[in-house]
């Protein structure tokens, strides 16, 4: 998805008009929807430190605007390719369902993504049960990973399951070999 569309998306999330957001960003009132819709359109692309200021009045993390081309299913699908190239994202069958899941066999990389989507999980199971809201929930996805809590993505420590699987898994390894 193009910045343009992620901004379009949090200012109307937050209730904004492209003037009320352009003169946030010091625009001169007289264009400031000009600017905006600029931004908005994808005629122009904001610079890093515009980006950062967009993100604190939006009250998003920067990462959050700029995500990768997904507006097409063929950009989805490349997207998807190269996280499974670069973190060990694998597509699997289970119950006649489509699933994802991380190979965390596959390196640092792709165990450090096992812990994000972990304590992503956690949060949705908190959303699940009630104990946050939908607005508590949306601030942690587009804060992340500002308003993480959980850890896990500071500091791994595998479950004994996941130790045994480990060694078993090396063990195989040194069979075939």
């Keep these: 998805m193009a910045i343009g569309e992620r ?16 003169m946030a960003l010091g625009f001169p009132e007289k264009s400031a929807d000009v ?10 692309t904001p610079k890093a430190d515009l980006t950062a200021a967009l993100a604190q009045i939006l009250e998003v993390s920067p990462h959050a605007l700029a995500v990768p081309d ?3 299913y063929v950009g989805l699908m490349h997207t998807l390719f190269t996280l499974e190239d670069r973190y060990g994202l694998k597509i699997c069958e289970c119950d ?3 699933h994802l899941r991380v190979d965390v066999f596959q390196g ?9 989507l972990c304590a992503w999980g956690e949060q949705a199971a908190k959303l699940k ?12 996805r587009y804060r992340y ?13 595998p479950s004994q399951g996941l130790s ?13 070999k």
């Design 164 to 176: 045994d699987l480990l060694v078993e898994e090396l063990n195989k390894d040194k069979k075939d």
């Design 70 to 72: 997904i507006d097409s």
């Design 145 to 157: 990973p500002e308003f993480d809590t959980t850890g896990h993505w500071h500091k791994v420590v």
């Design 129 to 140: 049960s009630g104990e946050i809201s939908k607005e508590d929930y949306d601030r942690w």
């Design 96 to 98: 006649g369902e489509i």
């Design 7 to 22: 901004i379009h998306f949090f200012r109307t999330l937050r209730g904004m008009t492209q003037k009320y957001l352009g």
């Design 108 to 116: 640092k990389d792709a165990a450090r993504l096992h812990e994000m």
């Design 35 to 44: 600017r905006l819709a600029q931004y908005e359109n994808g005629s122009r």
